[in-house]
């Protein structure tokens, strides 16, 4: 049974930092790709930043030079840290792995609530 379990994420000022942490199960993670994703309400689901299994990183616009993705495949976990953070960063991040042989298939976590005040 696959499970991405994440951990992190809450309540920050802005310019403060958080941190997010997914913890995969039942799928060989080091040939994965993994990526954070993020969704509010009546919008759609974005990918904020992927890393690939050779540690190749992709972030979207609005968060290159602020958040950093991460992974320890010894560990199966993929990290987020998010810097610099401002409230139009309010969200649920959602993890994600997928292969690229089988894209768009992909395993989702079961989001984490970050919320940055004003």
């Known amino acids: 049974q696959v499970q991405l379990v994440e951990s992190g994420g809450g309540l920050v000022q802005a310019g403060g930092s958080l941190s997010l942490s997914c913890a995969a199960s039942?799928?060989?993670?080091?040939?994965?790709?993994m990526g954070w994703y993020r969704q509010g309400p009546g919008k759609q689901r974005e990918l904020v930043a992927r890393i690939s299994s050779s540690g190749t990183t992709n972030y979207a616009d609005s968060v290159k030079g602020r958040f950093t993705i991460s992974r320890d495949n010894a560990k199966n976990t993929v990290y987020l840290q998010m810097n610099s953070l401002k409230p139009e960063d309010t969200d649920v991040y959602y993890c994600a792995a997928w292969k690229e042989s089988t894209y768009p298939f992909t395993w989702w976590g079961q989001g984490k609530q970050v919320t940055v005040s004003s």
């Open positions: 039942g799928i060989i993670f080091s040939i994965h790709v």
